[in-house]
């Protein structure tokens, strides 16, 4: 195996948006896809990571750029300032999301037949937004997601959701998973949301620990969804991937 990474810049009309591609150049033939949507903190290293271990399924991952200029804000400020203007105006998040889909799917190495996305904190969301959307992707799995309906009509999808949320998770309580999965419902969508006990928000994130319980990593829960998120993937691409266990 020879994962190989690479930016790929794309555009949101004036906006450049700078992507990273993984995929493994040992198979010659276009490849499933998977997108990776950042959380707050931009297409960070963790976000490549996740790319990275996508190759090494066997699929091509790629993090996309959703704040564009690769900008990694360092602040919870400027977090907050870069997200914020996203996440109120949905219609204008789901035009950039769909120029990292096309993007992705114009790359030769991809099968643009085959696409995925996983998403983490507002990548959740950003992910349940290209389902709503109505972006023709297989599945599609938001790790402790911000889980509010946008202001536009979610169109019906085939696209097999997978939700893996914290129970505690104050960012989006048990009332706003209930409403998820009524919204899920009503649109027609093939959904399943896993809820984990004594888990709260960015429980996928090795180092995160803000001390108040807000924020806090939890192994179990960060390992039964990455086997549920590799299984979903398994079903939806024919058990394409090349090591389960990656």
Avoid at 164 to 188: F, I, N, Y
Wanted: net charge negative.
């Amino acid at each position: 195996m020879t994962i190989t990474t690479k930016p790929v810049e794309y555009m949101d009309g004036k906006q450049k948006c700078i992507g990273m591609m993984a995929w493994d150049e040992t198979f010659a033939d276009p490849k499933p896809c998977v997108l990776i949507n950042h959380a707050w903190g931009g297409r960070d290293g963790f976000a490549e990571e996740k790319a990275i271990q996508m190759a090494a399924l066997g699929y091509v991952g790629f993090a996309l750029d959703i704040y564009g200029d690769s900008v990694l804000p360092e602040s919870v400020e400027e977090k907050q300032s870069l997200m914020g203007p996203l996440k109120e105006d949905r219609k204008k998040l789901l035009k950039r999301l769909k120029a990292g889909y096309k993007a992705a799917a114009e790359l030769p190495e991809v099968d643009e037949a085959n696409m995925a996305a996983i998403g983490y904190c507002f990548g959740g969301l950003c992910t349940l937004d290209m389902v709503r959307g109505g972006l023709g992707l297989k599945a599609a799995v938001s790790f402790h997601g911000l889980l509010d309906a946008p202001d536009y009509k979610a169109k019906k999808s085939k696209t097999k959701i997978l939700v893996a949320h914290g129970w505690d998770d104050p960012m989006a309580q048990p009332e706003a998973v209930v409403a998820l999965g009524a919204e899920l419902t009503k649109s027609g969508a093939n959904w399943q949301i896993h809820a984990y006990g004594n888990t709260t928000h960015a429980f996928t994130v090795a180092e995160a620990d803000s001390g108040d319980g807000v924020l806090k990593f939890n192994p179990d829960s960060e390992r039964r969804s990455w086997m549920a998120t590799v299984d979903l993937l398994g079903e939806v691409f024919g058990d394409h991937g090349i090591d389960p266990v990656a």
